[in-house]
């Protein structure tokens, strides 16, 4: 979630504050009963968000509380959700250790 904490309208998706941040996974608390409409073409102006004309959006009926994990760049293969294609791939166990506790 970006420091300034705000959210869009609908007060549920956490806004991007830079241009970095936008290129991150949004991690989504959906509570029951809610409805989303996500991107699966990667060419939504707000990803996950998908605008209500495309045909391509996927519809998603929560029944349950969870979180997902959603893309923001456009470029996972498994759109709406992330898939770690925002990150170039750590050549070595050793580098993926120092990613994960460090978060580089």
Not at 27 to 32: G, I
Not at 49 to 65: F, K, N, T, V, Y
């Amino acid at each position: 979630m970006p420091a300034s904490g705000s959210t869009d309208d609908a007060g549920e998706r956490p806004l991007s504050t830079t241009e970095e941040g936008a290129s991150l996974p949004e991690v989504r608390r959906v509570e029951p009963g809610a409805t989303l409409l996500l991107c699966r073409c990667g060419l939504s102006p707000r990803l996950p968000d998908c605008p209500s004309d495309c045909a391509q959006g996927l519809s998603l009926h929560i029944e349950r509380q969870h979180l997902l994990i959603l893309c923001r760049c456009g470029l996972s293969q498994r759109l709406p959700y992330c898939d770690g294609s925002h990150a170039p791939a750590a050549p070595s166990l050793k580098d993926k250790w120092r990613r994960f506790w460090q978060g580089d």
